[in-house]
């Protein structure tokens, strides 16, 4: 049972346009969420999180936005650049629970 | 400030052994949570820890074990050890807890052979 699903495997977008990537989920008990970046060999990185109680959080380049009717959330990546090519995490956590529930990803790449 | 650090990088097993891996939190984090990520499954919730008390635990066989130190440190121990088991296990840490953002090691990569 997947309650976080990334349903795009791969995106390909060109540099300077807008990059969106989207994650779904089905526990309703779910009350933060968090994107995470990850190159080969490396850990995931952090890159931005909203609480269930916004719907818009912004951070440069960065915009997550969240529907809770629809159990979806976006990532928004403008301008999109080669430095964000990588895999993309989104994740989600109910309070108490103490854990991660991640996506599957999706390979962003970046073409000039 | 220093980040997650995972030791070791890398790992090569025979089936049947048994491995302990250590994590090592950001300074003054004092929740660590392991994971695995294998191609298959992507990335899986193995346990947390806060306190020397593990308060969360995935669904793994009890093969998979953990521990914490005094100090925030973290092992996990992974015995009799399967082909499955291959895998990127990763280290994350965050001040108190998953609803704050945990931040990640750079993993160990277990082989078995």
């Known amino acids: 049972d997947q309650q976080v699903k990334q349903n795009s495997p791969s995106l390909s977008v060109q540099e300077g346009r807008i990059s969106i990537l989207n994650c779904d989920y089905t526990?309703?008990?779910?009350?933060?969420f968090l994107w995470y970046k990850k190159y080969p060999a490396e850990g995931p990185t952090f890159l931005i999180s909203?609480?269930?109680?916004?719907d818009k959080n912004e951070d440069g380049r960065f915009t997550v936005f969240l529907n809770k009717s629809a159990k979806h959330l976006s990532l928004h990546i403008v301008p999109s650049q080669p430095g964000d090519s990588a895999v993309y995490f989104c994740a989600a956590s109910a309070r108490g629970a103490q854990k991660l529930v991640f996506g599957q990803g999706t390979r962003l790449t970046i073409n000039p | 400030k220093a980040g997650v650090t995972q030791t070791p990088r890398y790992l090569i097993k025979t089936r049947g052994q048994q491995v302990t891996l250590s994590c090592s939190p950001i300074?003054?984090?004092?929740?660590v949570s392991w994971y695995q990520q294998t191609p298959g499954q992507g990335l899986q919730f193995l346990f947390e820890?806060?306190?020397?008390?593990?308060?969360n635990k995935g669904n793994f066989p009890g093969r998979f074990s953990g521990r914490q130190f005094s100090n925030s440190r973290s092992e996990m121990n992974v015995s009799t050890l399967e082909l499955g088991d291959s895998a990127l296990y990763l280290c994350a840490s965050s001040p108190t807890g998953v609803n704050y953002e945990q931040y990640f090691g750079p993993g160990t990569r277990l082989t078995v052979t």
């Open positions: 820890y806060f306190s020397e008390t593990q308060r």
């Open positions: 526990n309703s008990m779910f009350d933060y």
């Open positions: 300074s003054g984090h004092r929740s």
């Open positions: 909203i609480s269930s109680i916004k």
